[in-house]
């Protein structure tokens, strides 16, 4: 691989590295101070001591006066702790039949679900609701005093982990206390240590969790605070440890780290962390950077009642799961909102503040902690910046139409691009740059006009294959947007054309480049559903744009309202005489990500297309399999229309995982076998292998299948960034017949 590039890790709110000096304090720890906090001997009294000290230094920073702080593993169970004494409690008092438990709708997921848990198992019964919040991400004081009279919990947060948002506490407690004196109140504090000044015990909070992990300490410890008189039940039982408040031996090396870190807070440390004003400018640094790089950058949050150590942010036009695979082949650590959900899908945060779907599906947060120093961010702004330009180089940034400076890297041949589930084809011819646009998607219509502008591409046509009923084509527009001109029918096909014999058979056909588009009308899926068939000059088949005709593992489904059954039966067999078995077909929708197909393929997996296209089958029977079929698809509203009908299909093959080391044995031991590296091209050039290693990004799948049919038996490894999109391409490849096919497990993480 290329020189590994320094670390710039940016996703604080997720976790955080250990201090050297926590570290080293862990180990002497386990070195030194060894003993067992409850035994009596000297060993263990000096356990014992360090572990007062610890609880000491957080008294004194988190002004606990009175109140218990009880030693957890981590703010989950101080959550767990807090929900459970303080609904048992509410249970003993007896709880009426209108009770409620209240949650802001942007807390952490650890909150709502130990909610709904711990109220069904001790039997309450009680309505759990949601706190409403603003666009600012602050929560609603009216629903508050309207439902906390009938409340016995109400459990709110500090800092939210998403969006650097912090509540007005004061403004907050007092909502609270004049609604309901009584009510219990948990506030989760995980994001606030560090960041937020802190006096618990002169406020009217019952119970705080903290995590260690958040702020420079190890995993596996926190704490809770208990306010003077709160109810309390232990969540563990056995020993006895901590006074009988949380069983089970204490975690004294993970507490020895933690006191360096909270005698830093409290000024007595060797070490310090910068102050407030140092984090804000770090951050409006960090703010600037990132508008340098990408222009348009969308703040989803204000800065104004955010804490200075957090960025929650959208870059237009690009999903969150392209910005981190972009930033993670720079060698930049973010995250796309919570860390602790494993997808990467919109945020729930966002959605509750009401901001565009858009944005919450595009979010990254950007976060560090106080010990970030001037170096570190010098360094992050720096590679953001180079992290962007790779964009500008595959020409996706919007940017790139006012840059002379780019070296931009030339598009040439078949591309895909994809929006659930919907594709678009782009097809550039090499010698000519002419270029074809097949079904444009209206949620790519900035990329498609920046990528056409920005490379100077002449386009040629814009198509549609039908008239599509799960979105509205926005061809016009693309064509509005590059000021194309030449009169055309409704789907594009340009009125004047030449006539082109093909295979003893008459076709209107284009010209692109010295290569010639083909129209074929193919009713069935639609009455205006048409096939474009690309041949080269030799008449050779390059392939085939086929609609919603033929779908990977699908037939095209036929019982929209301009649908005929019978016409897709004869449509099928005219593309087969026509295409033969491997021809490449080209798909408007790709659900299950195969990418592309061929009949040889579908015939495989499709006994109804088998029949059909084998003459087993007559027109009326094929009708009435095919009405069956078509009458198990469900379209829900909100949901998207799905556009091919699925039989029974043949599963896939296990692929074979290579790991890193095994990988290079696999290199050295065979001079035939390729890495294929399935990233996008913006991420090969940032970062990438260098051994037998070629760059055949995702959306090029399709066009290295049809240049390289001689690959389908060499040994192919592929990988990707973390083995995901390795994994999903690997079966695709399968699939089609690829016979030594493997991926790396873990790709590049894990390398």
Request: charged share 20%; hydrophobic share 40%; with cysteine.
């Amino acid at each position: 691989m290329k020189q590994a590039q320094q670390l710039i890790y940016l996703d604080a709110n997720a976790t955080t590295p250990v201090l050297p000096a926590a570290a080293q304090a862990a180990m002497d720890a386990m070195e030194h101070l060894y003993g067992n906090p409850s035994s009596s001997h000297i060993t263990g009294l000096q356990a014992k001591a360090l572990m007062e000290q610890t609880r000491s230094a957080a008294r004194r920073h988190l002004g606990t006066g009175a109140g218990k702080l009880v030693f957890t593993s981590g703010a989950t169970e101080g959550i767990q702790t807090a929900i459970l004494s303080a609904l048992v409690a509410s249970r003993d008092k007896g709880v009426a039949d209108n009770a409620c438990i209240l949650y802001g709708a942007t807390e952490h997921k650890a909150v709502p679900e130990s909610l709904k848990h711990w109220n069904k198992v001790l039997g309450l019964n009680a309505e759990v609701l949601a706190i409403p919040v603003d666009q600012q991400g602050r929560l609603d004081l009216e629903f508050i005093a309207q439902k906390a009279p009938s409340a016995v919990l109400i459990c709110t947060m500090a800092v939210n982990n998403e969006t650097g948002v912090y509540q007005d506490m004061p403004a907050l407690e007092q909502s609270i206390r004049q609604a309901n004196p009584q009510v219990f109140w948990m506030v989760d504090c995980v994001q606030a240590l560090g960041k937020l000044q802190l006096n618990l015990a002169a406020t009217s909070i019952d119970y705080a969790p903290f995590s260690g992990h958040k702020l420079y300490a190890p995993k596996g410890i926190g704490m809770l605070y208990i306010r003077d008189g709160a109810p309390f039940t232990p969540f563990i039982a056995g020993g006895g440890q901590e006074g009988g408040l949380r069983s089970g031996t204490e975690n004294l090396p993970a507490m020895a780290a933690l006191k360096v870190v909270l005698d830093m807070l409290n000024g007595e440390g060797a070490q310090q962390f910068v102050d407030k004003d140092t984090l804000k400018y770090y951050r409006v640094r960090l703010l600037d950077a990132l508008r340098s790089a990408f222009g348009d950058v969308v703040l989803n949050h204000s800065l104004d009642n955010t804490v200075p150590t957090t960025l929650n942010f959208a870059v237009p036009g690009f999903s969150s799961k392209e910005i981190m695979d972009l930033f993670d082949a720079a060698g930049i650590r973010v995250s796309s909102g919570s860390a602790c959900s494993s997808k990467v899908t919109g945020s729930f945060v966002l959605d509750a503040m009401g901001l565009p779907r858009w944005q919450s599906e595009s979010a990254i947060r950007m976060s560090f902690g106080p010990a970030m120093t001037e170096a570190e961010l010098n360094a992050a702004c720096e590679r953001i910046v180079e992290a962007a330009s790779s964009l500008r180089h595959s020409c996706l940034l919007s940017l790139d139409s006012r840059r002379s400076d780019v070296d931009r890297e030339p598009l040439s041949g078949l591309v895909q691009l994809k929006d659930d589930g919907a594709c678009c084809w782009i097809y550039t011819d090499p010698q000519s740059r002419e270029t074809l646009i097949i079904d444009p998607l209206p949620a790519l219509k900035d990329r498609l006009l920046n990528l056409i502008r920005c490379q100077e591409l002449p386009v040629v046509a814009v198509i549609d294959t039908h008239g599509h009923g799960d979105h509205h084509s926005n061809r016009d527009d693309i064509v509005a947007g590059l000021s194309l001109s030449g009169a055309c029918n409704q789907l594009g096909w340009p009125e004047v054309t030449a006539d082109c014999q093909w295979q003893g058979e008459r076709f209107e056909c284009i010209s692109v480049g010295s290569n010639k588009l083909l129209r074929l009308p193919s009713q069935g899926h639609t009455d205006d559903s048409q096939t474009l068939i690309l041949i080269d000059d030799a008449d050779k088949v390059l392939f085939a744009f086929v609609g919603d005709t033929v779908l990977p593992g699908s037939i095209g489904r036929s019982n929209f309202p301009s649908s005929s059954s019978r016409a897709l039966f004869h449509s099928l067999k005219a593309l087969y005489a026509l295409l033969g078995d491997d021809t490449l077909l080209l798909s408007s929708h790709d659900y299950h990500n195969d990418f592309f197909t061929n009949f040889a393929v579908e015939i495989q997996q499709s006994p109804l297309l088998a029949a059909a296209l084998q003459h087993r089958v007559d027109e009326s029977s094929f009708v009435a399999q095919k009405d069956a079929m078509d009458a198990t698809l469900e379209d829900k509203q909100g949901e998207t229309i799905m556009c091919g009908a699925y039989g029974s299909c043949q599963g896939s093959k296990q692929i074979h995982e290579y790991s890193a080391g095994a990988l290079d044995a696999l290199l050295q031991a065979d001079p035939n076998a390729l890495v294929l590296d399935i990233r996008e091209p913006h991420e090969y050039k940032l970062s990438h292998r260098e051994e037998r290693c070629i760059n055949v990004p995702l959306t090029r799948l399709a066009g290295f299948v049809a240049r390289e049919p001689d690959a389908r038996s060499r040994p192919l490894v592929l990988i990707c960034r973390s083995g995901s999109r390795s994994a999903v391409a690997a079966k695709a490849l399968e699939r089609f017949g690829f016979s030594a096919i493997a991926h790396v497990a873990g790709g590049y993480a894990l390398s």
